[in-house]
């Protein structure tokens, strides 16, 4: 443990003199350290080389090997894993007196948990397998729940949650009624959730003295919020630690099917360049490194700005350590100890470098499909991917839109860093000039997609519906307000299943229905998004949007070369002629109401079902010969109130449909944010299964529910 003695030397005056050690002198003082470690290190490899002669002893160093040979060989069988050392961690209080070995031993461990526990469950992986290191020397050096620990998004938390208490219940994540898949404020007292620095601004406000650390990671630097906070750190000037992971995978395309493409975007170049200044360094100097130590820490600072003495981070105020490896451990926990032990600190930013899926071979030589993941065989890797006669209506969508840039050159395609997930990776593999990534800068995608119109182009621009509600301001003001036609494909709309709270798919049709110039549509099959795509091409004169579900088509006859056939605007279609009751159903959710009608038909109930096709506009005409020849008119949708039923109301209420004889009903998502579990679960905890529309219908006309 020479390096470890090294350490010691070198923090221990930093820790008990304030006075002569400040922040601007760490980063160098860890660069000098650093150097240090390299020279010990060969000393102690020449020395121990002329023990091995002299005596055949085993060195200290290779005794250590030999303790950890066991944990250093992770084994994924598939059984369940061995972890003597976390099984004593029964919350983070218990990591702070573990050593540095077995604070490796316990990021092994973890690993192991965590395939594990993913290989059963699907989820997020190789994310959680990047900062094992990082979330044991955060906890052991922190104490939550005391010290707040914020995580820009769940899919890196699991180690997280393994060490706050839920090691037991690792198990049964993303099911119904069990742990979440992300961070979750009435899971645990220790799960953080908001802004770092608003919160370090109303710890000062408070009087209270807790540290706030924000777990950054390099994609989610792209967005611009991330540096609008880094605007306002220095006004603020709180007592903030950021870390910012960097794991070389800046808007990585996940999930692609023609292998991992090389991630996109700028920062990554500047975080490559800061990573690789110590490396530069050493190989143009050689053996006189010795004599820049005190200059070691100047020459990354410039690397993200050219000609300035400072880094990006310091020009905004912050002081900047590293790069630091992030998966030693002896290293992130003195850092980490140094920067707590500092007053009055200011903003730290501590640049940790990782590799997303360490520790797993197959997740590190496939990060994008490793990423979020089905259950899968931990010894190979290989997904277990349910066989399915249909294709996913995201795969139908990007086959339909490539058939339309067949014939239409103008047609481009935007998306934000998702090429896999929005199975953009077969549009840009078609046509890649005319296919753009903008990286996980969710608003940056509507306001270039709507430039990209001002030129006569026609935009695609797809997008998540949970991420739409980031965009919602560039969509009002740089494409609505403007009528330009960008068309957005609005992917996994309506109930998501395992990912839950966070993904709540709900609002789109509500969020995008209210604005004046939007054309708003969604497909009851595949056969019907491929039409909706060939409309959307064809609308030239205002913007339109449709929406499509996470999961596989239903079947239904696909179009000639996935060429679909352009709708007339506001336009319905009638799928079955009944006499007494109307059902008017919104999307996909069009089939339970076919499958309501076949459960009417039992009690002799015949039922007319409508696809409607459009939100808006409505069509008018049809719901006006409808209201009267029906004694009850149902409107369904898989979305929020204020959606496609509310817009049914009102113009049923405006055109007087209301005042007869009439009975209606809407049936929509409940007024909440729907917990994780199968979409099946989902829809049947929302009321929106066949037996609750057909209940529903019974109800009104005063048949026995109680029957189905």
Known sequence: MGSYSVLKTN?????????????????????????????????QDHNEDED?????????????????????????????PSTPILDTINCPKHMKNLSIEELEMLADEIREEVIYVVSNTGGHLGASLEVAELTVALHHVFSTPDDKIIWDVGHQAHPHKILTARTSRMRTIRQTNRLSGFPKWDESVHDAFGAGLGMAAGRDLLGKNNHVIVVISDGAMTTGQAYEALNNVSFLDSNLIIILNDNNQVSLPIATADGSPPPVGALRKALKRLRQAPKAITERVGGQAHEIVAKVDLYPRGMMINGLGTCFFEELGLHYIGPVDGHNLEELVYIMKMVKAIPGQGTVLIHVVTK??????????????????????????????????????????????????????????????????????LFHKRF????????????????????????????????????LRRVYYQIVHDVDLPKLPVRFAIDSAGVVGADGLTHCNAFDTTLLACLPNMVVMAPSCERELMNMVATAATIDDRPSCFRYPRGNGIGSIIPSFNKGTPLEVGK??????????????????????VAAARLLQRFGISATVVDARFCKPLDGELIRQLAPEHEVLLSVEEGSVGGFCSHVTHFLAMNGLLDGNLMWRAMMLPDIYIDHGTQREQLEQAGLSSKHIATTILTLIGENKDVI
């Not at 005596?55 to 090997?65: P, R, Y």
């Not at 899926?357 to 259950?375: C, F, I, R």
């Not at 009638?574 to 919104?586: D, F, K, Q, S, W």
């Open 52 to 80: 091995k002669k002299n005596t055949g002893a085993m060195s200290s160093s290779q005794q250590k090997q030999e303790k950890l040979k066991v944990k250093s060989a992770l084994k994924f069988s598939g059984e369940n």
């Open 572 to 593: 319905g279609r009638v799928l079955e002629e009944g006499t007494r009751v109307a059902i008017l159903g919104y999307g996909t959710i069009v089939q339970s109401c």
């Open 356 to 425: 997303k899926g360490k520790g797993y071979a197959p997740a590190e030589a496939t990060p994008d499909k490793m990423h979020g993941v089905v259950k899968f065989k931990p010894n190979s890797g290989k997904q277990l991917k349910l066989k399915s006669s249909t294709l996913s209506y995201t795969q139908y969508f990007a086959e339909s839109l490539i058939a339309e840039a067949e014939r239409d050159d103008k047609i481009v395609a935007i998306h934000a860093g998702m090429e896999g997930g929005t199975r953009f990776n």
């Open 11 to 43: 923090f221990s005056p930093m820790l008990h003199s304030h006075d002569e050690f400040s922040l601007p002198r760490l980063s160098s003082s860890l660069h000098s350290m650093k150097w240090k470690l390299n020279a010990v290190a060969s000393a």
């Open 432 to 467: 890649p000039d005319r296919c753009f990534d903008v990286e996980i800068a969710k608003r940056d995608v509507v306001t270039f997609a709507a430039s990209l119109a001002t030129k006569g182009l026609k935009p695609f621009c797809t997008i998540y519906s949970s991420f």
